[in-house]
């Protein structure tokens, strides 16, 4: 299908080397571990229910809910209708009745008109309620453009979710993460916006039979340095490492941090890190204006100032909408060399030539 | 007073009645002259009117069936059995309060009643309780979820979204649309093409009945028939019943005060007050006596003093309650 169809330039990156995997590791792409994970929160908690338009379709939203229904039956994993507000408060009130929803929305965009429910009541329900009533809900929300998707199919919305009180937000960048972070969501009791990001589904990487999870809030360094510290998460993760290599070959020794999940945002290992590199390029699959780069600047700005030797460079997108056009395209998404070119201005800044 | 049969009403039913409508009026008129203290800050919209949909309809439920509300809230939280104490608390700003402070007139909820949260968006409450609905299907637990909104929320798209998926897959809701003609103050025919709201219920192939919301008595049976039809799996139900209400749309004076709504109108609806209608009806047919209401009238006022003394006992949330309940 052509909505797969992803530039191979930005997909043909390395991927990500797990940490800790002693034996020769079973490795398994981010989709099958997406649709691993959700086997196992299906078999192992009767709560679990996975909804949404196109679940049960032979596509299977992108191959990761493939076959679940007949699985585990219609009434666990069924398709919907098109009607996104009611499908989020529907997953609320189940969530609210003692189930566990996993709602998907096979573009992230879709999930506007959805936003009612989602931060009207999902994200201040136990809030207004004075604790009494929490809502356990996941959304799966799907990024990631290409082949001319353009503005409507493709936008990468985590700053508008971690920007409301309420929500936690994790983009997971490896195939492992996707199942660890996946269950750590659906077991959380509050609503967790679960963003996949779709250049990374055909991505493999070691991934445990075993359930388990990966804590919210703890993000992972992925490859030690000691020169200069790129944070980054989901697809901006595969790429920071490309760039690290590059920059290795000139000598920079790049320390690159994926945050795992954007809320709880795990700020504490960026300052450790930047404690020892002094230099720091924020790295986001979504818009600079307002977003998570911007966030995480600022707070590097406010507490690690004193350890700062150099402005704090961002590669993120530009204040416009994602265009159709090959070429267009190419100019809108950050690309390792752009972060190459950050890594190179921000580590020379201040050093004598 | 509607032809119903209503033989089956025993008089413990009959002052069971009495006094939900009568504890649903004064606890509002008691907020009504409370307010000018300045003590409840929160925005109010008052049922004094209504009150009979609410009793009619929570007569017919079980503890553990849920009931959502919107912004008007007072009188279903009351009528499935909240306690006065944690309301007046919570309307009060008081830790002590139903949603400990945080949600004010707008967001009560009562563990106890089956009221898991209220939304004041307008219809917001709607697809919520259809999800109660479904997690009750898919548990088979026997609850049926109960959802109250306005003429106001047949405005919003969800509510047809939520006819159709209820109708769809069966589930064990019942709709009650209390159609006051108004929302805030847009008349409902400047707002809607078709006011007869239950036809709605028509294309989504359910039962759609139009009922008196100022007949306790016509609430109950229709209600009755709804509730049973959700229990026993036959899906769900679209009730709208007509009603007004007397007080401006938020806060406890009257539209007249504020030049909003005419004497003229209001006056015929204050002549149908749900609550005059069953003391004529159940004193003239001789099912209860004045004694019987004074006596009623008096244990309620009594519960209602009880319970603000001991809301006003609860103190106010400590700065340290700020960020708690946010995940
Ligand atoms: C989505 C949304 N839009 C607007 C409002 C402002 N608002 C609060 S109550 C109300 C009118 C509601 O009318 P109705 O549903 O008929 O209920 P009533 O007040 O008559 O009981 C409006 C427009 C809101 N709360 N939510
Ligand atoms: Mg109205």
């Known amino acids: 299908m052509s909505w797969d169809k992803i530039p191979t330039s930005i997909i043909g990156v390395k991927t990500a080397p797990e940490k800790g995997e002693a034996k020769p590791p079973r490795l398994i792409t981010y989709r099958q571990a997406i649709l691993e994970g959700l086997t196992t929160a299906l078999k192992k908690d009767k709560r679990v229910f996975l909804f949404g338009e196109g679940v ?208 709880p945002l795990d700020y504490n290992l960026i300052q450790k890190s930047l404690e020892k590199t002094n230099r720091l390029v924020v790295a986001d699959t979504g818009w600079k204006m307002c977003g998570i780069s911007a966030e995480i600047s600022a707070l590097a700005a406010n507490k690690a100032f004193g350890y700062l030797k150099a402005p704090i460079a961002r590669v993120a997108l530009c204040d416009a909408p994602t265009p159709a056009s090959p070429a267009l395209e190419k100019a809108f998404y950050p690309s390792s060399k752009d972060l190459v070119e950050a890594i190179r201005k921000i580590y020379r800044y201040g050093r004598k030539k | 007073m509607s032809k119903l049969q209503l033989k089956n009403l025993k008089p413990a039913s009959l002052k069971k009645i009495y006094q939900g409508l009568i504890k649903i009026r004064k606890f509002e008129e008691k907020i009504v002259s409370l307010y000018p203290q300045q003590q409840i800050r929160t925005p109010v919209h008052l049922y004094i009117g209504q009150e009979a949909i609410a009793v009619g309809v ?61 939304s004041a968006i307008v219809a917001g409450n709607i697809p919520i309780a259809l999800g109660c609905a479904f997690a009750s299907k898919f548990k088979k637990d026997n609850r049926i979820s109960v959802v109250f909104f306005g003429d106001g929320a047949v405005d919003e798209g969800t509510f047809y979204e939520c006819l159709n998926f209820a109708a769809l897959k069966k589930l064990p809701i019942v709709f009650i649309c209390e159609n006051n003609f108004y929302a805030t103050n847009s008349p409902q025919k400047v707002r809607q093409v078709n006011t007869d709201i239950y036809q709605i219920a028509k294309h989504f192939k359910m039962p759609g009945v139009c009922v008196d919301g100022n007949d306790v008595f016509e609430i109950l049976k229709f209600s009755a ?48 007050c749900p609550i005059k209608k069953f003391v004529q009806y159940v004193t003239k047919n001789k099912l209860l006596s004045k004694n019987d209401l004074d006596k009623i009238d008096k244990k309620v006022n009594a519960q209602l003093q009880r319970a603000l003394k001991t809301a006003l006992k609860s103190s106010y949330p400590k700065k340290t309650d700020l960020k708690k309940n946010v995940y």
């Open chain 2, 58 to 118: 929570c007569l017919n439920l079980r503890k553990r069936d849920y009931l959502f509300s919107n912004h008007r809230n007072h009188g279903h939280l009351i009528a499935k059995g909240a306690r006065l104490e944690s309301m007046l608390a919570e309307l009060h700003g008081r830790i002590g309060g139903c949603s400990k402070g945080k949600g004010g007139s707008m967001h009560m909820t009562s563990q106890n009643a089956g009221v898991f949260g209220t």
């Open chain 2, 225 to 272: 028939e709804a509730i049973e039809r959700a229990r026993k799996n036959k899906g769900p139900t679209l009730i709208e019943a007509r009603t007004f209400r007397w007080k401006t749309h938020v806060g406890p004076e009257s539209d007249i005060q504020k030049g909003l709504r005419s004497e003229k109108e209001i006056w015929p609806w204050k002549k149908k």
């Open chain 1, 56 to 263: 049960d379709d032979p596509g299977g939203v992108f191959g990761t809910t493939l076959n679940l229904h007949k699985k585990f039956g219609k009434n666990r994993s069924f398709d919907t209708p098109i009607a996104e507000n009611t499908l989020t408060g529907l997953g609320i009130g189940a969530a609210l009745g003692g189930l566990r929803p996993i709602l998907v929305h096979a573009r992230t965009d879709f999930m506007l008109t959805g936003m009612d429910q989602l931060i009207n009541h999902a994200a201040k329900w136990k809030y207004m309620s004075g604790g009494k009533f929490s809502v356990p809900l996941v959304i799966r929300a799907i990024i990631g453009g290409g082949w001319g998707s353009a503005s409507q199919h493709s936008q990468p919305l985590q700053a508008l979710f971690a920007h409301t009180p309420g929500l936690k937000v994790v983009m997971p960048a490896t195939a492992s993460d996707a199942k660890g972070l996946l269950l750590a969501s659906i077991a959380e009791d509050c609503p967790v916006v679960f963003i996949e990001h779709r250049w990374l589904y055909d991505r493999k990487g070691p991934v445990s039979k075993n359930p388990y999870v990966v804590p919210l809030g703890k993000g992972i360094i992925r490859k030690k340095g000691k020169d200069l510290t790129i944070a980054a998460s989901s697809f901006m993760v595969p790429l920071s490492l490309e760039a690290a290599d590059i920059a290795a070959k000139e000598k920079i020794d790049v320390e690159v941090i994926d945050l795992r999940t954007i809320k």
